[in-house]
Each structure stands twice: as structure tokens, then as C-alpha cells.
């Protein structure tokens, strides 16, 4: 045979061993990075890709190029070799074979021709004549034992339910327009206020506060019980799909560059009609891809602990941050603060706005708080030994001196609202837990029913702010409005998962 075409048979087989590998290593390094995931969820991150929505995170794409790329090259270059190494001993069995033998005599004494040239002749007759039908099944194999992509998930069923309920926000402003102040206190539930399990009220400094109302029970639905989660959910209307595990476990997708573009959420209402959307954080805004959120539904001003930290507002390294900000994070009157202070020039500027506030003291397990509160809330136990008592308490009083000086600040039209994010992840020692809710709007709007989830927040604010909902339920996305009377309401208890066209459509994942 030439060495032309030595060479081309070489790199046509390295081709055909390559993908082999590829498709053999593929399942097993989906389920390392992603978990074991669905075909739908698979195809959903090639569709992200393709359309520019998710860049390459660094840590993902040295691993692919790694196990996708380097390693089935080099198994495929071996490969071939040790073919070809084998059909020379066969080929050239009188000769090359006795030099193989002197060799492996010194390592193994009595060792017999027979038997060695036995093993290579079975090799060459019968695996390597059968390699790619082997690799084709061991592929199947893996795919199936590594990923789901050969399983239906168990609740694309209630994707019927999002398909055929949700319905597109479509509003007008009343002739006044009105402002609005959102504060998510971090995992803050209204079972901190039950004396029986914490021997007293720890919401007492906001409770039964003067002008405020507040739905019964604020129901937590499955898959809303974590920040970014609940910010989506309450100002769309509409649940953070779980297409794969970077959902639950977001670090995964830290290269997506926007998070539901098409959405039509509260910030793209309110931007239509003018007004300055702020947000302001002692998180990152990076981490769980918050940033990304905000900046694809209009939001045009973002403070998170980095942008504090350079406008000179105090951090402290007992407040919760990430372990590489060696200067700590802050608590939660430092974040009022920086409230009051933009709300101070909001004032100034006289435009129309909606702050929204996230807090970190009340984080799980135990909470984050200031030092300068627990001298004064612990005068018997160490400081050191707090508990997510004391981290409500510090937080509780902090927001009602929020309240006060924004009620001093005399803002014309400005309202507020206070909700929990999400329950406290962990067990708190009773099966009737609630999310924490008061709402400070004007005296017309009355609360019509006592339940609500974070779906019906998307509604219920547009509707504080006098935006008029063009239907008779006060209906947008999945959510009903608390304001409107609505005898048809009915709670959401189950976990909605998988793909859905319609879902797909806000993503701009499809062409129709």
C-alpha cells in the first residue's frame, strides 16, 4: 500500500474512532457536569448556545475541550496504533512474533507461543472486525445508564397547565402614576412572628403596622424557593422552568448572557410607560445569574455589593459574602441606607420609579447579623452564639426604621410593598408555614382573598402602581391579582417541569 493511502485510511479512521469516543465519553460527562439530564433539557442548551444566549464559561468549556476533544483524540490515535500493531503480529507471525516472546520470556517464564499468538489472532479475527458494533453498543449502554434521554420526565403533564393558563399581560396607566418600593427579605415567613415555637413574636417591630395590609396566607409553589426563582416568578408571573439541573444548581449556567428576553415582565410594563427601574442588593449581582435577569427586562440602575462597596457604603466581614471579597459584605441597614439615599434622589429628579431592595442578614442557617444589634438583643449568651432568632429580630427592627424615614421622606405617589422571598430552608417545626407579605398601598385597593403565591405578586403590583388589567379576573401570566375578586381562584401545589413551546417562545428558542 502507497503512503498516500496509508495516510488517508490513518485519518479516516481517526475520524470514525474519534466520534466513537466522543459519543462513548459524552453521557458520562453530561452526567458529572448536569446530572442525569432529559433529552429535551440537552437540546434546550444546544438551543441557547446556537442563539447566542449562553456564552462559554470557562470551567465548562476547558473541561469539553478536555473530554470532548483532547482525550478522544488520544484514545483514537492509541487505538489505531494497537490495531495495527496487531495485525503486524499476525501478519508476520514466524518473525516479529519470536522477538516478542524473548521479551516477555524474561518477564514471564514457560510462556507459549501458541497461546500468545492465540490471544492476538482472536483479537484481530474477532474484536477488531467488530469494534464499531461494539462501541455502538456500549454508547447505547451508556446513554442510557448516564442520562434520561431515552425517559419521558414524570411531570411534562403540567406543562398543559402552563401552556393553556398563562395568559399575556395586557395593561394600561391610569391617569396617576404611581411609584413603588419592593423590599424581598431574605427567607423571611411569617412563622417567626409564632410564639409557641420562638417564645415570642420576632416580626414585632412589623407587625400591625399603621396603612398596611397583608394576605392570610402567602403559599410557597414547588420550585420558587430560592432567590432568583422567586424575583422571576413574582415579577412575571411564571415559574423558573427546570429544563435541566443548572436551574437548581445555577453555577452551571454562568455563561448565559440573558435570561428570558421575550418575557414580558413588570420592569418591560413599567419601562413602556417611563419609568426608571432600580434594584439595588448586598449580593453579586452575578451570582445566580440576577444580573442577567435584570438586564434583559429593562432595569437600568444595579447596585449589588461591588458597586456599594465603591460608593463608600461600610461592609463588614460578619455580614454574608463570598469568600474571595476579603472586605465582607453588608447588612441590612447599610442596604437601607443606600435605599434612602436613592430614594432621596428620586425625589430630587421627580421621574417615576420602582425600586426593588434584596436583603442577606436573614440567610440560612443561623442569618448574618450586625454585631452592633446583638449587643443589644444577647446580653447573656456570647456573640458568637446567635441564632436565626436574633438574625430576624436585627432585621425586623432595621425594616421598621426603613418604613419610618421612607414615610418621612414624604414621597408624593410612592408606595411599598414587603415580602419574604422565600421560606427559610430549613425546618422550622411546623407544617403551616407561610411567606411573610405587607403591603403599604393606597386605601381603595382591598385585599379580596386570603391566598396568594408568588405568581399572583406579578399582578397585584401592577395594580398598586393603578396599572388597569385589561380582564375581569386581574389576571397576568399565571398569577390573579389579591385586589380583584376572583371566586375561581385555586392554589397551585405541584412542581411544573420540562419543555413547552410556549415557554420556549420567551426564551426565543423557536422560529414560529
Not at 483532547?70 to 522477538?99: A, G
Not at 420558587?224 to 437548581?248: A, E, R
Not at 407561610?434 to 391566598?451: A, G, Q, S, T
Request: proline share 2%; hydrophobic share 40%.
Amino acid at each position: 500500500m502507497s503512503l498516500i493511502k496509508q495516510k488517508k485510511k490513518f485519518f479516516i479512521y481517526l475520524i470514525i474512532y474519534f466520534f466513537l469516543f466522543l459519543f462513548l465519553i459524552l453521557p458520562l460527562w453530561l452526567n458529572k457536569k448536569f446530572g442525569s439530564l432529559y433529552l429535551e433539557q440537552f437540546i434546550f442548551n444546544l438551543k441557547l448556545i446556537y442563539y447566542g444566549y449562553l456564552d462559554g464559561d470557562s470551567n465548562l468549556v476547558n473541561s469539553a475541550i478536555k473530554w470532548l476533544a483532547i482525550i478522544p483524540l488520544i484514545f483514537s490515535i492509541i487505538l489505531i496504533l494497537l490495531i495495527n500493531f496487531i495485525n503486524f503480529i499476525i501478519e508476520n507471525e514466524d518473525n516479529s512474533i519470536e522477538i516478542l516472546i524473548e521479551k516477555l520470556k524474561k518477564i514471564k517464564k514457560n510462556f507459549r507461543n501458541y497461546n500468545l499468538f492465540l490471544v492476538f489472532r482472536f483479537v484481530g479475527t474477532y474484536f477488531i472486525k467488530y469494534l464499531i458494533f461494539i462501541f455502538i453498543v456500549l454508547i447505547i449502554i451508556f446513554f442510557y445508564l448516564f442520562t434520561n434521554f431515552f425517559k419521558e420526565p414524570d411531570t411534562v403533564k403540567n406543562l398543559d397547565f402552563f401552556d393553556q393558563n398563562y395568559e399575556y399581560p395586557v395593561v394600561s396607566q391610569n391617569e396617576d402614576k404611581y411609584n413603588l418600593v419592593v423590599v424581598y427579605v431574605e427567607s423571611l415567613e411569617d412563622t417567626f412572628s409564632n410564639t409557641k415555637i420562638f417564645g415570642e413574636n420576632l416580626l414585632k417591630d412589623i407587625s400591625n403596622k399603621n396603612n398596611s395590609k397583608k394576605v392570610k396566607y402567602f403559599y410557597q409553589i414547588p420550585g420558587t424557593g430560592y432567590t432568583l426563582s422567586s424575583l422571576v416568578s413574582s415579577q412575571c408571573g411564571i415559574p423558573l422552568l427546570q429544563y435541566k439541573d443548572s436551574f437548581s444548581d445555577i453555577i452551571h449556567l454562568r455563561g448565559l448572557n440573558k435570561l428570558l428576553p421575550n418575557l414580558t415582565c413588570l420592569s418591560d410594563l413599567l419601562y413602556q410607560n417611563s419609568y426608571e427601574n432600580i434594584f439595588i442588593s448586598s449580593d453579586n449581582l452575578s451570582n445566580s445569574l440576577t444580573d442577567k435577569f435584570l438586564l434583559s427586562h429593562h432595569y437600568t440602575k444595579l447596585l449589588g455589593l461591588n458597586e456599594l462597596k465603591e460608593l463608600g457604603y461600610q461592609t463588614s466581614k460578619k455580614a454574608y459574602h463570598y469568600k474571595k471579597n476579603w472586605t465582607g459584605g453588608i447588612h441590612d441597614n447599610i442596604l437601607f441606607e443606600a435605599s434612602l439615599d436613592i430614594l432621596k434622589e428620586q425625589k430630587i429628579k421627580k421621574n417615576n420609579f420602582f425600586l426593588t431592595i434584596m436583603t442577606l442578614d436573614t440567610h440560612a442557617p443561623a442569618g448574618y447579623p450586625n454585631v452592633e444589634c446583638l449587643k443589644k438583643t444577647i446580653k447573656d449568651r456570647n456573640l458568637n452564639n446567635f441564632t436565626i432568632s436574633d438574625s430576624v429580630k436585627c432585621t425586623s427592627k432595621y425594616l421598621n426604621e426603613f418604613i419610618n424615614n421612607l414615610n418621612k421622606l414624604d414621597l408624593e405617589n410612592t408606595f411599598l410593598v414587603i415580602v419574604g422571598d422565600h421560606l427559610l430552608m430549613q425546618d422550622l417545626n411546623s407544617n403551616d408555614r407561610y411567606i411573610y407579605n405587607n403591603f403599604f398601598v393606597k386605601d381603595e385597593l382591598k385585599i379580596m382573598r386570603d391566598y396568594m403565591n408568588h405568581y399572583d405578586l406579578f399582578p397585584s403590583l401592577l395594580e398598586a402602581m393603578n396599572f388597569r388589567i385589561h380582564n375581569n379576573h386581574g389576571k397576568a401570566g399565571l398569577g390573579y391579582s389579591i385586589f380583584v375578586d376572583n371566586p375561581d381562584y385555586k392554589k397551585i401545589s405541584f412542581l411544573m417541569k420540562g419543555s413547552s413551546k410556549l415557554y420556549d417562545k420567551f426564551w426565543g428558542l423557536n422560529e414560529d
